[in-house]
T-cell receptor, first 112, second 107 residues
């Protein structure tokens, strides 16, 4: 398996624009996690899914953030409208049955 | 909000020394933990998983869990410059991470 695949690797956008980050988990994994990492706040859990169902979205900062998992092989994290304070590295990770989480390479988002 | 706390460091140790990294957690329901290592600009990768009170050893790494005191630690023996990274602990049940401790091993 190619591992967890995230796209794009880098995204630069203007404030107010919509941003969509994508994640393809490892085939067969049943949990998917979205994280945001900054120097100030570390690695924050935003939301996680089990079998495509959102289980805990308490880490989603505000209504501008939304996440979906329409099937077992794809998830999106959307920010609309984006703001400069959303600039961070966003990671997606997947696991099977609560075992080790495998991380994607991350998407570095810059909002100017 | 369930909290996982780590000293952000930086922690600097000389090559060959023991590096000690600590993590405390607030949720008594958390029973098991991961330690991850993250090199600069890279993704976190798993080092250790611990679920029982006491010590677990894997090569130069020893994880320690004390559920009564709600802390988990990681010891790195014979530290090498290649161990320089950020070390993150995480709860197993919901994969919440601490902020991480940045370790520098000086030659």
């Amino acid at each position: 398996d190619a591992g967890v695949i995230q796209s794009p690797r880098h995204e630069v956008t203007e404030m107010g624009q919509e941003v969509t980050l994508r994640c393809k988990p490892i085939s067969g994994h049943d949990y998917l996690f979205w994280y945001r990492q900054t120097m100030m706040r570390g690695l924050e859990l935003l939301i996680y899914f089990n079998n495509n169902v959102p289980i805990d979205d308490s880490g989603m900062p505000e209504d501008r953030f939304s996440a979906k998992m329409p099937n077992a092989s794809f998830s999106t994290l959307k920010i609309q409208p984006s703001e400069p304070r959303d600039s961070a590295v966003y990671f997606c990770a997947s696991t099977f049955g609560g075992s080790e989480a495998f991380f994607g390479q991350g998407t570095r988002l810059t909002v100017v | 909000q369930k909290e996982v706390e780590q000293n952000s460091g930086p922690l600097s140790v000389p090559e060959g020394a023991i590096a000690s990294l600590n993590c405390t957690y607030s949720d008594r329901g958390s029973q098991s933990f991961f330690w991850y290592r993250q090199y600069s600009g890279k993704s976190p990768e798993l080092i250790m998983f611990i679920y029982s009170n006491g010590d677990k050893e894997d090569g130069r790494f020893t994880a320690q869990l004390n559920k009564a005191s709600q802390y988990v630690s990681l010891l790195i023996r014979d530290s090498q410059p290649s161990d320089s990274a950020t070390y993150l602990c995480a709860t197993h049940n919901d994969m919440r991470f601490g902020a991480g401790t940045r370790l520098t091993v000086k030659p």
